[in-house]
């Protein structure tokens, strides 16, 4: 229930780089992890999750303390032995603590936190598909920040950064993904709308990890099928919202962000 409820809180949240796009791929990450300790390696064993379980902590406990906790121990790891996935970890770690600030209203601190995100990103070295995708990700979310004219300059960096992630790996399901969602968020008036669905079928097509790894990012799918059933639901297309519908439950079949829309589908 608890990983549910986040998740429908997450649903309601959803500066230009000096380095041009490498060719490096996700499995460089894993060569990289070749000189870590046991205990560095221990450290980030299914990072993603127990930054997600301390976010609900967060939530739970009404204290960022469980994030911060986080965030210090890869900082520290990180001065042990720099490497970028530690990094990627980092920023993604911040924008759930930049939602967490957005839920308790406090606007002020998650500004701060999802500035501080998107300049570790920005200043990442020789970024993949991955790196740039979390951080078009984070650019995005910060545009709620952005008054007037700023708000554009932020959503050109988001452009931006989702071509450099495209270039290097078209096929990358949380670049498909953000692409996407950056789409469907952006008002019609602007341009937006037009690629949503040829995102959002890419990206659930696609494996979560071309690599299995426990240190690897693996999210992305669940909030694709979430957003085509919404996306067909808008167009009322009902059969494909609900063919969608369907096959997302049957592969996440606790997840509030694909079963929250049932109710909208009954009878169609």
Not at 5 to 18: D, F, P
């Amino acid at each position: 229930m608890k990983k549910l409820l986040i998740t429908a809180l997450i649903l309601q949240c959803l500066g230009i780089s000096c380095n041009f796009p490498s060719n490096q791929k996700g499995d460089e990450y894993n060569e990289q992890l070749q000189g870590f300790t046991i205990n560095q390696k221990t450290a980030l064993d299914s990072i993603q999750f127990k930054i997600y379980n301390s976010f609900v902590k967060c939530i739970i406990d009404k204290s960022v303390s469980p994030l911060n906790s986080i965030f210090d121990n890869l900082d520290n790891l990180y001065g042990e032995n720099p490497n970028n996935i530690i990094l990627y970890w980092e920023g993604y770690l911040l924008y759930y603590k930049a939602i967490y600030f957005l839920k308790i209203n406090d606007k002020s601190n998650s500004e701060k936190s999802i500035v501080e995100g998107i300049d570790i990103l920005k200043d990442m070295k020789k970024k993949n598909s991955e790196d740039y995708a979390l951080l078009a990700m984070l650019q995005s979310f910060s545009v709620q920040f952005s008054p007037g004219i700023k708000a554009s300059f932020a959503s050109d960096k988001v452009k931006r950064y989702l071509r450099y992630a495209l270039d290097i790996d078209p096929s990358n399901l949380r670049t498909n993904y953000v692409c996407a969602s950056n789409d469907f968020y952006t008002p019609a008036k602007f341009g937006g709308g037009k690629k949503v669905e040829q995102y959002l079928l890419k990206a659930i097509s696609l494996p979560d990890q071309k690599v299995i790894s426990a240190f690897l990012p693996s999210w992305g799918k669940e909030e694709s099928y979430a957003m085509l059933v919404r996306f067909y639901i808008d167009k009322e297309n009902w059969g494909s919202a609900k063919k969608y519908y369907q096959e997302g439950l049957e592969i996440f079949p606790e997840s509030f962000s694909i079963n929250q829309y049932a109710p909208k589908l009954i009878g169609k």
